[in-house]
Structures are given as structure tokens and as C-alpha cells.
């Protein structure tokens, strides 16, 4: 006898060609890894377009706003260090213990590995401003609003956060980008 097999449901047809995709997906994702510099050309490009959107069309500031916000929230998470020296220093005394980063030669050196990596920041941006560029499209996200206003608060929230930041920096001794610093090249065996 032939067994037949049991038909597809549509839910699970749909939920198998969905995976396939998103595995379609990811793959690109992975290949796309190691060419940093080329991702953000791309995701420069795309702000280029959404930035011609807006100074065309005249509108949708605060859908404008809304991802200024959103990339200063990325931005700060991607300057962010992983393991915050100030909670693992008030952490350690309430051990007794001291905290910090290493001073002198014979402390362990721990290198900076930051809360948010670069390529999670490069896809959230670049997914930020495809929706942001989408939703420049729908009349219902152009609210009227005086849009210097809200410029302005933006650079306030800007300078604030970003100062709060670098204090940060300073007082943990702690510089989340590789320019600058000391590179050091192995000894010949």
C-alpha cells in the first residue's frame, strides 16, 4: 500500500518558506561580515536618499527626529564599554575588593569589548533608515511641527549625553576606538 503523506497545513507551508528566506537572509548577513567598509557605503547611500527625501518632500521631521534619537541611542551603546567599570567598581567594594582598570604592569589588562559590536550597529542603522525611509513615503507620519525646535532639542540631547559620555571616558580611562592607540608588533622567533 501507498502512504500518503499528510497534506500541508498553510500556516506551516508559510512557515517553512519563511525560514527559508530568513536562512536566505542570514547568509547574506554572514558573507556581508567582513566587508565593513562597504556596508556603510551602503548605509551611507541610504541616509543620502532619506536625506533627499526629506529636503524634497519638506516633511516627516519627526519621523526625521524619531531616528536621530534612535542612532544617538545606538551610538551611545556602540561607545559604551560591556561590562560598565563604574557598577563592577561599586560592585568590588561592596565586596572589599578594589575595582578599575589596570594601572600598573603587573595588573591583568582587559580590553575593551563594547556593549553594542559593530556590525549590530551597522544593522540596526542601516534597518533604522529603510523604515525611516519607508515611512517617509505614508502622508500619516508627516506631522506639522516647527521643525527648528525640534533641531535644537536634538543637539541639546546631543551635547548633554555625549558630555555625560566622555566624562565617563576620562574618569574609567577607557578609549572605545583603535586610533591612536599603541600597536604592538611580535617579536621575531
Given amino acids: ?8 497545513s ?5 512557515s517553512a518558506q519563511t525560514s527559508k528566506y530568513g536562512r ?10 567582513p566587508y565593513a567598509q562597504f ?4 548605509t551611507f547611500v541610504l541616509l543620502m536618499a532619506f536625506s533627499l527625501r526629506i529636503f524634497l518632500a519638506q516633511g516627516w521631521y519627526i519621523v526625521t527626529y524619531s531616528l536621530g534619537i ?39 589588562f582587559k580590553p575593551f569589548v563594547r556593549r553594542l559590536p559593530e556590525f549590530k550597529f551597522w544593522y540596526s542603522a542601516t ?40 566624562q565617563h571616558m576620562i574618569k574609567y580611562r577607557y578609549v572605545p576606538f583603535t586610533t591612536g592607540k599603541a600597536r604592538y608588533k611580535g617579536g621575531s622567533n
Fill in 24 to 33: 536566505i537572509y542570514q547568509a547574506y548577513l554572514d558573507k556581508s561580515t
Fill in 1 to 8: 500500500m501507498d502512504s500518503e503523506e499528510p497534506e500541508q
Fill in 127 to 166: 534597518r533604522a533608515f529603510a523604515v525611516a525611509f519607508a515611512c517617509s513615503w505614508f502622508s500619516i507620519f508627516d506631522i506639522p511641527v516647527f521643525w527648528p525646535v525640534l533641531v535644537v532639542y536634538w543637539l541639546i540631547l546631543f551635547a548633554l549625553t555625549m558630555r555625560r559620555q566622555i
Fill in 10 to 14: 498553510p500556516f506551516a507551508a508559510v
Fill in 70 to 108: 534612535y542612532l544617538l541611542n545606538l551610538f551611545l551603546a556602540f561607545l559604551s564599554p560591556k561590562f560598565d567599570p563604574s557598577l563592577e567598581q561599586d560592585e568590588g567594594m561592596e565586596d572589599g575588593a578594589a575595582g578599575g582598570l589596570p594601572t600598573k604592569e603587573d595588573q591583568e
Fill in 39 to 42: 556596508r556603510w557605503l551602503g
